[in-house]
Protein backbone atom coordinates (compact mmCIF):
# COMPACT_ATOMS: atom_id res chain seq x y z
CA UNK A 1 0.00 0.00 0.00
CA UNK A 2 1.17 3.89 -0.81
CA UNK A 3 2.54 5.19 2.06
CA UNK A 4 0.30 7.99 2.03
CA UNK A 5 -2.69 6.18 1.69
CA UNK A 6 -2.13 3.65 4.09
CA UNK A 7 -1.29 7.33 7.17
CA UNK A 8 -4.77 8.45 6.00
CA UNK A 9 -5.73 4.95 6.30
CA UNK A 10 -4.49 4.84 10.19
CA UNK A 11 -6.00 8.35 10.91
CA UNK A 12 -9.52 7.02 9.65
CA UNK A 13 -9.38 4.23 11.63
CA UNK A 14 -8.21 6.13 14.64
CA UNK A 15 -10.81 8.75 14.02
CA UNK A 16 -13.26 5.74 13.91
CA UNK A 17 -12.34 4.24 17.12
CA UNK A 18 -12.12 7.66 19.31
CA UNK A 19 -14.19 10.14 17.88
CA UNK A 20 -17.15 7.47 16.88
CA UNK A 21 -18.90 10.43 14.89
CA UNK A 22 -19.04 10.97 11.38
CA UNK A 23 -18.79 15.10 10.73
CA UNK A 24 -15.89 17.63 8.97
CA UNK A 25 -13.26 15.94 9.82
CA UNK A 26 -14.01 13.03 8.40
CA UNK A 27 -15.29 14.49 5.02
CA UNK A 28 -11.95 16.03 4.57
CA UNK A 29 -9.93 12.74 5.12
CA UNK A 30 -12.20 10.93 2.26
CA UNK A 31 -11.27 13.75 0.08
CA UNK A 32 -7.84 13.35 1.00
CA UNK A 33 -7.86 9.78 0.66
CA UNK A 34 -9.85 10.01 -2.64
CA UNK A 35 -7.09 12.22 -4.13
CA UNK A 36 -4.10 10.17 -3.10
CA UNK A 37 -6.54 7.26 -4.76
CA UNK A 38 -6.63 9.17 -7.76
CA UNK A 39 -3.20 9.97 -8.27
CA UNK A 40 -2.33 6.39 -7.70
CA UNK A 41 -4.92 5.40 -10.22
CA UNK A 42 -6.38 3.33 -7.63
CA UNK A 43 -10.15 2.65 -9.13
CA UNK A 44 -10.46 -0.72 -6.22
CA UNK A 45 -9.75 0.39 -2.66
CA UNK A 46 -11.80 -0.25 0.59
CA UNK A 47 -10.55 1.00 4.05
CA UNK A 48 -10.30 -1.65 6.63
CA UNK A 49 -12.16 -0.19 9.10
CA UNK A 50 -15.43 -0.25 7.30
CA UNK A 51 -14.97 -4.02 7.22
CA UNK A 52 -14.33 -4.33 10.45
CA UNK A 53 -17.31 -1.93 11.54
CA UNK A 54 -19.69 -4.28 9.27
CA UNK A 55 -18.40 -7.59 11.05
CA UNK A 56 -18.89 -5.81 14.84
CA UNK A 57 -22.05 -4.36 13.57
CA UNK A 58 -23.05 -8.04 12.35
CA UNK A 59 -21.99 -9.78 15.16
CA UNK A 60 -23.71 -7.49 17.47
CA UNK A 61 -27.35 -7.77 15.63
CA UNK A 62 -26.23 -12.28 15.91
CA UNK A 63 -25.86 -11.31 19.93
CA UNK A 64 -29.38 -9.12 20.09
CA UNK A 65 -31.23 -11.47 18.56
CA UNK A 66 -29.79 -14.39 20.60
CA UNK A 67 -30.58 -12.31 24.07
CA UNK A 68 -34.04 -11.78 22.18
CA UNK A 69 -34.87 -15.26 21.74
CA UNK A 70 -34.27 -16.06 25.75
CA UNK A 71 -36.79 -12.92 26.40
CA UNK A 72 -38.95 -14.13 23.92
CA UNK A 73 -38.82 -17.56 26.30
CA UNK A 74 -39.50 -15.75 29.44
CA UNK A 75 -42.17 -14.01 27.89
CA UNK A 76 -43.87 -17.60 27.00
CA UNK A 77 -43.39 -19.10 30.30
CA UNK A 78 -45.38 -15.60 31.60
CA UNK A 79 -47.76 -16.32 28.62
CA UNK A 80 -48.73 -19.80 29.73
CA UNK A 81 -49.03 -18.91 33.28
CA UNK A 82 -51.32 -16.43 32.94
CA UNK A 83 -53.63 -18.47 30.82
CA UNK A 84 -53.66 -21.14 33.68
CA UNK A 85 -54.23 -18.91 36.10
CA UNK A 86 -57.58 -17.78 33.85
CA UNK A 87 -58.24 -21.35 33.57
CA UNK A 88 -58.32 -22.28 37.21
CA UNK A 89 -59.70 -19.14 38.72
CA UNK A 90 -61.82 -17.55 35.97
CA UNK A 91 -59.28 -14.09 35.52
CA UNK A 92 -55.94 -12.58 36.51
CA UNK A 93 -56.03 -9.01 37.92
CA UNK A 94 -52.99 -6.50 38.15
CA UNK A 95 -52.94 -2.86 39.19
CA UNK A 96 -50.54 -0.14 39.63
CA UNK A 97 -48.68 -0.48 42.83
CA UNK A 98 -50.17 -4.08 43.82
CA UNK A 99 -52.05 -4.49 46.51
CA UNK A 100 -54.62 -7.03 46.99
CA UNK A 101 -55.08 -6.40 42.88
CA UNK A 102 -52.22 -8.13 41.90
CA UNK A 103 -52.80 -11.58 41.79
CA UNK A 104 -49.88 -13.96 41.89
CA UNK A 105 -50.19 -17.45 40.91
CA UNK A 106 -50.72 -20.68 42.63
CA UNK A 107 -48.10 -23.09 43.90
CA UNK A 108 -48.89 -25.65 41.10
CA UNK A 109 -48.12 -23.26 38.41
CA UNK A 110 -44.96 -21.71 39.54
CA UNK A 111 -43.75 -24.99 39.98
CA UNK A 112 -44.56 -25.82 36.76
CA UNK A 113 -43.21 -23.04 34.56
CA UNK A 114 -41.05 -21.08 37.44
CA UNK A 115 -41.74 -17.56 37.42
CA UNK A 116 -43.95 -16.04 39.80
CA UNK A 117 -45.28 -12.26 39.38
CA UNK A 118 -43.81 -10.05 41.95
CA UNK A 119 -45.15 -6.25 41.34
CA UNK A 120 -46.32 -3.77 38.85
CA UNK A 121 -46.35 -0.42 38.27
CA UNK A 122 -46.83 2.10 34.86
CA UNK A 123 -44.90 4.76 33.80
CA UNK A 124 -47.25 7.11 33.73
CA UNK A 125 -51.16 7.28 33.78
CA UNK A 126 -53.08 5.42 31.69
CA UNK A 127 -50.30 4.19 29.97
CA UNK A 128 -49.01 0.31 29.71
CA UNK A 129 -48.55 -1.93 33.01
CA UNK A 130 -45.16 -3.07 33.61
CA UNK A 131 -44.90 -5.98 35.53
CA UNK A 132 -42.00 -7.57 37.57
CA UNK A 133 -41.98 -11.07 37.65
CA UNK A 134 -38.69 -12.92 39.03
CA UNK A 135 -37.68 -17.16 37.67
CA UNK A 136 -38.03 -19.20 40.82
CA UNK A 137 -36.63 -22.90 41.53
CA UNK A 138 -34.57 -24.77 38.70
CA UNK A 139 -34.76 -21.86 36.54
CA UNK A 140 -33.49 -19.51 38.75
CA UNK A 141 -30.49 -21.72 39.69
CA UNK A 142 -29.72 -21.92 36.22
CA UNK A 143 -29.81 -17.75 36.29
CA UNK A 144 -27.80 -17.47 39.07
CA UNK A 145 -24.97 -20.24 38.02
CA UNK A 146 -24.46 -17.84 35.10
CA UNK A 147 -24.46 -14.79 37.41
CA UNK A 148 -27.84 -13.30 35.40
CA UNK A 149 -30.32 -11.51 37.75
CA UNK A 150 -33.25 -13.27 38.24
CA UNK A 151 -36.18 -10.86 38.05
CA UNK A 152 -37.02 -9.46 34.58
CA UNK A 153 -40.12 -6.99 33.32
CA UNK A 154 -43.06 -7.29 30.89
CA UNK A 155 -44.53 -5.09 29.41
CA UNK A 156 -48.51 -5.42 29.31
CA UNK A 157 -51.03 -3.61 27.03
CA UNK A 158 -53.46 -1.48 28.74
CA UNK A 159 -57.00 -2.13 27.52
CA UNK A 160 -58.92 0.52 29.51
CA UNK A 161 -56.42 3.31 30.33
CA UNK A 162 -56.99 2.80 34.48
CA UNK A 163 -54.70 2.16 36.65
CA UNK A 164 -55.82 -1.71 37.28
CA UNK A 165 -57.36 -4.53 34.78
CA UNK A 166 -58.48 -8.25 34.96
CA UNK A 167 -57.98 -10.86 31.76
CA UNK A 168 -60.80 -12.98 31.42
CA UNK A 169 -59.86 -14.64 27.67
CA UNK A 170 -57.18 -16.93 27.47
CA UNK A 171 -56.84 -17.04 23.66
CA UNK A 172 -56.50 -12.97 24.19
CA UNK A 173 -53.48 -13.40 26.49
CA UNK A 174 -50.56 -13.20 23.71
CA UNK A 175 -52.48 -9.94 22.13
CA UNK A 176 -51.27 -8.45 26.02
CA UNK A 177 -47.97 -8.70 26.10
CA UNK A 178 -45.60 -6.41 24.57
CA UNK A 179 -42.16 -7.12 25.44
CA UNK A 180 -39.88 -8.89 28.12
CA UNK A 181 -36.33 -6.96 29.40
CA UNK A 182 -34.41 -9.55 31.06
CA UNK A 183 -30.80 -8.45 32.13
CA UNK A 184 -29.24 -11.51 29.59
CA UNK A 185 -26.20 -9.38 28.66
CA UNK A 186 -24.19 -8.76 31.62
CA UNK A 187 -20.56 -8.70 32.82
CA UNK A 188 -19.83 -12.05 31.41
CA UNK A 189 -19.19 -10.39 28.16
CA UNK A 190 -20.48 -13.81 26.66
CA UNK A 191 -19.54 -14.45 22.89
CA UNK A 192 -22.46 -15.68 20.61
CA UNK A 193 -22.12 -19.36 20.89
CA UNK A 194 -22.59 -18.62 25.03
CA UNK A 195 -26.40 -17.15 24.89
CA UNK A 196 -26.53 -19.78 22.37
CA UNK A 197 -26.27 -22.52 25.08
CA UNK A 198 -27.77 -20.85 28.06
CA UNK A 199 -30.92 -21.11 25.81
CA UNK A 200 -30.66 -24.44 25.16
CA UNK A 201 -29.84 -25.13 28.82
CA UNK A 202 -33.04 -23.21 30.36
CA UNK A 203 -34.80 -24.45 27.65
CA UNK A 204 -34.71 -28.37 27.86
CA UNK A 205 -36.77 -29.13 30.68
CA UNK A 206 -39.69 -27.32 29.36
CA UNK A 207 -39.87 -28.90 26.05
CA UNK A 208 -42.67 -31.18 27.02
CA UNK A 209 -44.72 -28.26 28.71
CA UNK A 210 -43.90 -25.93 25.45
CA UNK A 211 -44.96 -28.68 22.70
CA UNK A 212 -48.23 -29.61 25.01
CA UNK A 213 -48.98 -25.78 24.90
CA UNK A 214 -48.98 -24.99 21.31
CA UNK A 215 -50.71 -27.99 19.80
Do not use: P
Amino acid sequence: MNKNIEEISNRVKSYCENIQRYDEEMFNLGIELGRQLNEQKIDDFRLKIWSDIENDNSKEVEIRNAVDKVENFLAMLVRFSIAEHIEETGSWSIAKDGGYRLEKFSDEIVNKYNVQVLSCDMESYGGEFIVDFEVTDDLKKKFTEHKIYTMFNTRIYNENGEEEQTLHDVKRVDKYIHSVNAHIRNSNNWELEKYEEFLDEISKSYLFLITKNIW
